[in-house]
């Protein structure tokens, strides 16, 4: 099983709509949780922090939960500028990160 | 003002070469890195430099060596390419270690012939 999953997608979704999707980790001592967020043929840039309490962004929120090793993006109202492909990255030792290999998401007009 | 930046953007050579990227960031930042990226759009951290010494060093050959001459600059250099080296590696910083806020240069493109 491989340390962080995601499903690869594409996710394609209306503008306007709603949309979530899953990252489940292997390491149940796995201490910090992350998403990122790539544009095609760009470089990574963090979107957000995940906490155990979840974390709300204007339309983007993330959630943890532990009890089934998976965290959780969801984005409202979604924008064509949404389109990307979205890394989940996990803490699981020596402060090293482990990147999922990402969700792409094409938001469509 | 470009944060962290790359040279070369892409790089063609042919198998056997040597070759090197370069990083700067003028972020002020104390920890840079180096990361692969695959064409399964793995991100795999391969070097982590802080205050200009090393201390990740994955399962990296050791045809690959970073050199990291200050705190702003971290060098990757590929002895004897090999056509499984085709990737776009990226130089990431952070303010310190551990940070898991990283700031990624633009990548650079290599393709191995």
């Known amino acids: 099983r491989k340390e962080v999953e995601q499903d690869p997608g594409p996710f394609n979704v209306p503008e306007g709509a709603t949309v979530a999707f899953n990252c489940t980790y292997s390491?149940?001592?796995?201490?910090?949780f992350f998403w990122y967020r790539q544009d095609c043929r760009k470089e990574p840039k963090l979107l957000m922090s995940?906490?155990?309490?979840?974390n709300e962004d204007g339309r983007f929120t993330a959630q943890l939960n532990r009890a089934s090793q998976y965290i959780s993006l969801l984005i409202r109202d979604s924008k064509l500028s949404d389109s990307a492909t979205y890394l989940c990255?996990?803490?699981?030792?020596?402060?090293?990160?482990?990147w999922g290999a990402g969700t792409k998401l094409i938001i469509k007009p | 003002d470009t944060a962290v930046s790359q040279t070369p953007k892409y790089l063609v050579t042919q198998m056997g070469n040597d070759k090197s990227i370069k990083c700067e960031q003028n972020l002020g930042h104390d920890t840079m890195y180096w990361y692969k990226q695959d064409s399964k759009k793995f991100l795999k951290i391969m070097f982590s430099y802080n205050n200009k010494e090393l201390i990740i060093n994955e399962t990296v050959p050791n045809r690959f060596s970073p050199k990291s001459p200050d705190k702003a600059h971290l060098n990757l250099h590929i002895n004897s390419l090999e056509l499984g080296d085709s990737a776009v590696y990226f130089c990431?910083?952070?303010?310190?270690?551990?940070?898991?806020?990283?700031?990624f240069g633009p990548g650079t493109r290599l393709t191995v012939t």
């Open positions: 990431a910083s952070s303010q310190d270690y551990p940070s898991y806020e990283q700031y």
């Open positions: 990255v996990v803490n699981q030792r020596n402060y090293q990160l482990i």
């Open positions: 995940v906490y155990s309490s979840g």
């Open positions: 390491n149940s001592a796995s201490q910090s």
